[in-house]
């Protein structure tokens, strides 16, 4: 908590969904003397509602506590985030289960862009290690557009082992490559499904990739030799839920068919 990054979040848009959400309990809301009348009820009245006190200051005291200039009148003081543990995250999850698991990224705004991806694209939740990994900061609040709010994210002390309790429970476990595997629209999404992401610069590790059924690219057509992270996950993100849709919907086509014949009445 001594880290400034780690015991404030900041903006308006952050601070409220967080406050909302209530997965993130606030400790203490700042907010600035300049902050809107419409603002400044919103603010009091959640607060007042979830039991969490409310200090008025200077812009510039806002500016001192957050080290930054972008606070937008509000500031929260949060406790270490609220990682879900990985059996409940099987138990909440609907249909074939759907994570990614995260190897090493270290980047926050990587880290961030990936919960906001993998939220809005319908993913279940996210698995990370606790060792070379960006912890949930500020910066990745804030790069997850509050996500952090509505997506389960696991913290694991040890991937293999989780990887192998995954493979036991029936999921297959996908490697991502940048060249070598399948193409991505040739792997089959339609069955529980838990997505590795590797770091930045090394890739997944071996002791990973090991326990992977496969391994699947991103065709490219262009000069650079791979894509961002964050980018290369919402892609994955995109062709899994687009695989699960189609099929959703041709089993409701089937069975509005076989519906209809049942309903017809027999041919003389």
Known sequence: ??????????????????????????LEIIASEELSANDSRVVLQLAER???????????RLKQLSKANDHQGLL??????????????????????????????????????IIRVAEVLGMHGIVIGDRHQADVTSA???????????????????????????????????????RTG?????WNFNQPAAIIMGNESTGIADELLQLCDATVHIPQAGQIESLNAAVAA??????????RNAHT????????????????????
């Open 140 to 178: 990745v609040a804030r790069s997850s557009a509050g996500a952090v709010n509505h997506l389960p994210i696991v913290q694991q002390s040890n991937l293999r082992a989780t990887v192998e309790t995954l493979k036991n429970s029936g999921v297959r476990i996908v490697a991502t490559a940048m």
């Open 234 to 243: 919402g892609i994955v993100c995109y062709e899994l839920q687009r695989q």
């Open 1 to 26: 908590m001594g880290n400034h990054q780690r015991c404030w979040i900041w903006g308006r848009h952050l601070v409220l969904e967080t406050l909302r959400a209530q997965r993130w309990p606030i």
């Open 182 to 186: 399948v193409p991505l629209s040739d």
């Open 76 to 113: 929260a003081k949060m406790p270490p985030f609220p990682f879900s543990s990985l059996q409940d995250l099987l138990n909440r999850t609907h249909g074939p289960l759907a994570i990614l698991i995260l190897d090493r990224i270290q980047d926050p705004h990587n880290f961030g862009a």
């Open 249 to 268: 919907t041709l089993i409701e086509l089937l069975h509005e068919s076989q519906h209809v014949d049942t309903a017809s009445p027999e041919s003389p």
């Open 50 to 60: 979830h039991n969490v006190p409310v200090t008025i200051a200077t812009s510039d």
